[in-house]
C-alpha cells in the first residue's frame, strides 16, 4: 500500500466529508477510495471513520491521524512547490469559481492573455452566485468579494477593492425624485438581493460620521443573482447596489444614474481565496498574479467613471428639474 497516497485520500474524504465528494476531487472512481480507505485501517489496525447511509465522522483515533495527516501532506506539498517552481511552469486543471458577473465584466474578456501566458493550464470555471464549497466541491480558488468569516477555513489574497454604488435608471428616476439623504430611501422601491439561504435581503450599508448605518431594504422584489439584480436596476424596477466594476459601463452610458454619491461606504476588498490546509499550487498563484494585475489595470477606468457621477445630482444631467416627478 502507498502510505502517503492512502493519506492523501484520507484527507480529501474527510475535507469532503463523503467519499463522493473526494472521488471527485481527486478524478478517481469512488470504489477507489472506499478500498483505500479501507486499507488503511487495516494498516493501522484502527478505526478512522464512522461511516452510515446519511452521515461519515472521525473517531478520535481518525481525528488524531488527520492532524498529522494535515501537518505531514502541508509539508510535502510546500517543499514540492519551493523545488518545482523554478524548473516548471504552471500546468494542470485549475478549477475557479467566481460570479457570472464578475466573470463577464472582467475575466473572460481577457482569458486570451492568460492563455497565452500559460499554456499548459486547463481553466474549469464555476460561475455561480452561491458560494460553493471549496474542498468539498473540488475547487481550487475562488473569487470572493468582502471580508471573509473567520470561521471559512478560507486563506484569501486580495487582489483589490471595489465601492458598493447606489444607482437607478433615468426612467426610475423620471417616476421618482431621487434620494437625498438615506432617511429618503424608506419613500422608494429598493430591489432586494439574496445572498444567504434564509431568503432574506441584505440591508445597505453607509459609513456615517466614522459609524457604519444599515438601512434595511424591505423589498417588494428580491432575485439571488448579481445579473438579474442589474437587469432590475436597468429595467427601471427600483434602485439597486451594485459593484462599482458592474456599475461603471451602465453610468458612463447613461444607461444608470448614481444616487446618493455623498454617502459611501468603505471600500470592499476582492480576494482569490484557497483551502487553508492546503499550500496554494503554482497555477493557483499565477492565476492570482494575472487577476490582481487585469483588476489593478481596470481598477483606474471605473475610479473616472465613477468621479464623473458624483455631482450630488438628485436626477440624470439629460433631464431638466421640471421633467423630474415631484
Known amino acids: 500500500m502507498d502510505k502517503l497516497r492512502a493519506m492523501q485520500i484520507f484527507s480529501h474524504v474527510v475535507e469532503a466529508r463523503s467519499f463522493a465528494g473526494a472521488a471527485r476531487s481527486l478524478s478517481l472512481p469512488r470504489s477507489t477510495i472506499s478500498r483505500s480507505i479501507k486499507e488503511l485501517e487495516a494498516a493501522l489496525g484502527a478505526s478512522l471513520l464512522q461511516r452510515t447511509t446519511r452521515t461519515l465522522r472521525l473517531t478520535p483515533n481518525g481525528s488524531l491521524y488527520y492532524d498529522h495527516c494535515r501537518r505531514i501532506l502541508r509539508e510535502i506539498e510546500g517543499i514540492e512547490e519551493v523545488l518545482s517552481d523554478g524548473a516548471l511552469a504552471p ?190 499550487s503554482s497555477a493557483v498563484r499565477a492565476f492570482a498574479d494575472w487577476l490582481g494585475e487585469l483588476y489593478r489595470a481596470r481598477a483606474p477606468q471605473w475610479q473616472a467613471i465613477e468621479r464623473e457621477n458624483q455631482t450630488g445630482e438628485p436626477y440624470p444631467r439629460d433631464l431638466a428639474p421640471a421633467d423630474v416627478a415631484p
Not at 236 to 243: E, P, S, T, V
Not at 246 to 271: E, I, K, Y
Open 91 to 280: 500546468r494542470g486543471l485549475l478549477r475557479v469559481d467566481m460570479t457570472a458577473s464578475f466573470a463577464r465584466a472582467l475575466v473572460i474578456p481577457a482569458l486570451r492573455d492568460f492563455q497565452a501566458r500559460y499554456p499548459d493550464v486547463e481553466l474549469s470555471l464555476t460561475l455561480d452566485d452561491r458560494p460553493v464549497e471549496l474542498i468539498r466541491e473540488g475547487v481550487d480558488c475562488a473569487v470572493r468579494a468582502g471580508t471573509l468569516d473567520a470561521s471559512a477555513l478560507l486563506v484569501a489574497r486580495q487582489i483589490g477593492s471595489f465601492d458598493w454604488i447606489a444607482c437607478a435608471s433615468p426612467d426610475y428616476l423620471r417616476r421618482h425624485p431621487a434620494p437625498r439623504t438615506l432617511d429618503e430611501l424608506a419613500q422608494h422601491d429598493l430591489i432586494g438581493f439574496q445572498s444567504g439561504r434564509d431568503g432574506r435581503a441584505g440591508g445597505w450599508t453607509f459609513d456615517v460620521d466614522g459609524k457604519r448605518r444599515t438601512v434595511d431594504a424591505a423589498p417588494r422584489l428580491t432575485v439571488n443573482e448579481t445579473d438579474a439584480y442589474l437587469d432590475c436596476g436597468l429595467a427601471g424596477l427600483g434602485l439597486i447596489r451594485i459593484a462599482s466594476y458592474l456599475a461603471a459601463p451602465h453610468l458612463r452610458a447613461g444607461r444608470l444614474v448614481r444616487v446618493l454619491a455623498g454617502h459611501r461606504d468603505a471600500p470592499a476588498p476582492l480576494s482569490l481565496v484557497y483551502p487553508q490546509n492546503r499550500h496554494p
